[in-house]
């Protein structure tokens, strides 16, 4: 809930850990109190956006004490979390919460048509109103894109970028497999936050890998040009919720990677896979394995990630970038008063929990 400094009017309900679910479940308690503090602000509010499930119960809670349930509630998911396909006690817990309150919402935005066809519809039985919102490229300076294949790589190496947040022992697994299979014919280079919880022995692996290379952090959109034009492809592959979240996510990655003609690289029975397959975004394996993408690496010829690179550039820009149009089809969604809110021009009446 608490975060970077932002240019709005801003209410703070307090910070929220990564799991340690217990403490998350009093955090929000706490919010309540600060939420009727700040009535005001979500009483003159036309729609509230929750953006997971934790801020939908906040949101939900707000409507009904502050609003007298008038307000439009949009529940917004950007990944199916763990907890909601467990198949435990646990899982049944958290899958009926949802539930709950998909029935309460006005509309449901997703990131990705995955969520819905895999999760949504099928798990949780949800037939109301959905929009897909993808998660691309979304800053006011935006980076100018190449006009043509400027790769800033070694003729006689292929760079193999893995950019985001590093949180994926399976692909560090993966990547560290081609390094040992490819040796000098290969450079994996790492661009990202480590979330050590996650990959505690990333250390260890690249002092075991001369061909793995971590950069450290990276400012965003500034450093994204000099990212992807250092790579000949990059890994957009999640491995770490195999037969969930992501095998069914539109990671950002594809969209940055993209606008600045880089090829992607994924396993092509995830979302992912499919997608790079239908608008020609790059390559896929058929496994998540070494040897798959060793494989792969050794088949297609440089040039053919060149060919890709002069596909990429030569789309538009809205295949990868969000613009207003974007956002006001997606308010236009919401049921009721949202064309009279767009038509208006009262974007800025919205909270964001």
């Known amino acids: 809930m608490s975060g970077e400094p932002v240019s709005w009017p801003n209410v703070d309900l307090g910070d929220m850990p990564n799991e340690k679910f217990a403490t998350r479940i009093l955090r929000l308690l706490r919010?309540?109190?600060r939420l009727i503090a700040h009535r005001k602000a979500l009483t003159d509010a036309e729609i509230i956006i929750a953006r997971n499930l934790d801020m939908l119960?906040?949101?939900w809670i707000a409507r009904v004490l502050l609003s007298g349930g008038e307000t439009k509630l949009v529940y917004e998911s950007l990944d199916i979390h763990g907890l909601l396909t467990r198949t435990d006690r646990v899982g049944r817990l958290m899958r009926s919460a949802e539930r709950f309150f998909l029935k309460r919402i006005d509309l449901l935005w997703t990131s990705s048509p995955g969520f819905l066809r895999?999760?949504?519809?099928?798990?949780?039985?949800?037939?109301g109103p959905h929009f897909v919102i993808e998660n691309k490229l979304w800053f006011e300076n935006v980076p100018a894109r190449p006009r043509e294949?400027?790769?800033?790589?070694?003729?006689?190496?292929?760079?193999?970028?893995w950019v985001g947040s590093?949180?994926?022992a399976a692909s560090l697994e993966v990547l560290a497999g081609v390094a040992d299979r490819l040796g000098r014919s290969i450079e994996i280079a790492v661009h990202g936050t480590v979330h050590h919880h996650a990959v505690p022995d990333f250390e260890g692996v690249l002092r075991r890998h001369e061909r793995m290379t971590y950069h450290g952090p990276y400012a965003y959109p500034d450093d994204l040009a000099s990212i992807y034009?250092?790579?000949d492809a990059v890994w957009a592959q999640y491995l770490w919720q195999r037969g969930g979240n992501s095998d069914w996510l539109?990671?950002?990655?594809?969209?940055?990677?993209?606008?600045?003609?880089?090829?992607?690289?994924?396993?092509?029975?995830?979302?992912t896979g499919r997608r790079i397959v239908r608008d020609g975004l790059g390559f896929v394996v058929d496994q998540a394995t070494p040897e798959a993408l060793v494989a792969l690496l050794n088949k297609q010829p440089r040039s053919a990630f060149g060919e890709v690179s002069k596909r990429l550039l030569s789309m538009p820009e809205e295949r990868f970038r969000l613009d207003v149009s974007?956002?006001?089809?997606?308010?236009q969604a919401i049921p009721g008063k949202a064309d009279e809110i767009v038509g208006n021009g009262q974007q800025d009446s919205v909270a964001n929990p």
């Open 31 to 33: 919010a309540i109190p």
């Open 57 to 59: 119960a906040l949101a």
């Open 118 to 127: 895999n999760f949504f519809v099928p798990v949780q039985g949800y037939d």
């Open 149 to 161: 294949i400027d790769r800033v790589t070694v003729e006689d190496r292929f760079t193999l970028g």
């Open 166 to 168: 590093i949180r994926c």
């Open 229 to 231: 034009l250092g790579c």
């Open 250 to 271: 539109l990671p950002n990655r594809i969209y940055e990677a993209g606008w600045f003609g880089c090829p992607c690289i994924a396993v092509a029975d995830t979302e």
């Open 326 to 331: 974007d956002i006001t089809a997606a308010l």
